[in-house]
C-alpha cells in the first residue's frame, strides 16, 4: 500500500502555504479537499481533485477503494495536527501517513495582533460543548469555533460568571475579506462570525 501524504495549507490563502508541496502534487494519483482547499492546487493537477465526504466512515472506504499502489494527497487546514485530520488518518492508516505541517490559524492570529504563544491553552467548540468554567480559569485559550458555539456565545458564558475578559476574534483569516476585532466580553454582538478563532484572554494582557 502506498504513502497517504497529509499536507496542511495553512489558514486559507495560498500565499501561506509551505514550500515543498509541488513535487506531493505531481507523484499524488488523488488529491483530497473540500472545495476551498482544492482551489489552492496549479491548474496542472486540478484533475485529481476529489471533494471526500463529510463523515469519516465513509472517507475511510474512499480511501479502501483505491488501487493498493495509489498515492493519496489529502489537503487539510491549518496544520493537520491542530484539530485537523492528522490524528485520526494517522491512526485509522497507520504506518502509511506522512504528514506535513502547515501555519495554523491560531499561529496566523497570533501573529497578526502580535501575541506570544508561550502557555496558551489550544481548544475547539466544533461539535462539543466547551468546560467554560475551566477554560475561563485560564489567561490564554485559543479556540477554533462553530456556528453553534462562536464569539457572542463565548462573551456571553463569560459575562455568566462575572469575569472580565479581553476576546480576539478573527473571521476569514488570511483573506480578502480577512476581519479582526478585540474586543471586551460586553462588545460582542450577536451576529454570524465567518471561519473565525477566538482568544479569550484575561483583561489587562498586552496586545497591539
Not at 43 to 64: H, N, R
Amino acid at each position: 500500500m502506498d504513502v497517504i501524504y497529509v499536507i496542511g495549507i495553512g489558514p486559507g490563502a495560498p500565499s501561506f502555504g509551505l514550500l515543498g508541496s509541488e513535487e506531493i502534487y505531481q507523484k499524488a494519483d488523488y488529491i483530497l479537499g473540500s472545495e476551498r482547499h482544492l482551489e489552492i492546487l496549479p491548474a496542472t493537477y486540478q484533475e485529481k481533485g476529489v471533494v471526500p465526504p463529510k463523515k469519516l466512515a465513509e472517507l475511510a472506504q474512499l480511501i479502501v477503494s483505491y488501487p493498493e499502489d495509489a498515492t493519496i494527497l489529502y489537503l487539510a487546514s491549518g496544520d493537520p495536527l491542530i484539530y485537523g485530520l492528522g490524528k485520526w488518518l494517522s491512526e485509522k492508516f497507520k504506518g502509511r501517513v506522512v504528514i506535513q505541517p502547515g501555519i495554523s490559524s491560531f499561529q496566523y492570529l497570533a501573529s497578526k495582533v502580535f501575541l506570544p504563544m508561550n502557555d496558551a491553552y489550544l481548544t475547539s467548540s466544533h461539535a462539543k460543548i466547551p468546560d467554560f468554567d475551566f477554560l475561563l480559569s485560564l489567561p490564554k485559550v485559543f479556540m477554533v469555533t462553530d456556528k453553534k458555539i462562536g464569539p457572542y456565545e463565548i462573551a456571553q458564558e463569560v459575562m455568566k460568571r462575572g469575569l472580565k475578559k479581553v476576546l480576539v476574534i478573527g473571521e476569514n483569516l488570511s483573506y480578502e475579506d480577512e476581519k479582526i476585532e478585540i474586543l471586551a466580553e460586553d462588545q460582542v454582538i450577536d451576529r454570524q462570525y465567518e471561519m473565525n478563532v477566538v482568544v479569550i484572554l484575561n483583561e489587562g494582557f498586552g496586545i497591539y
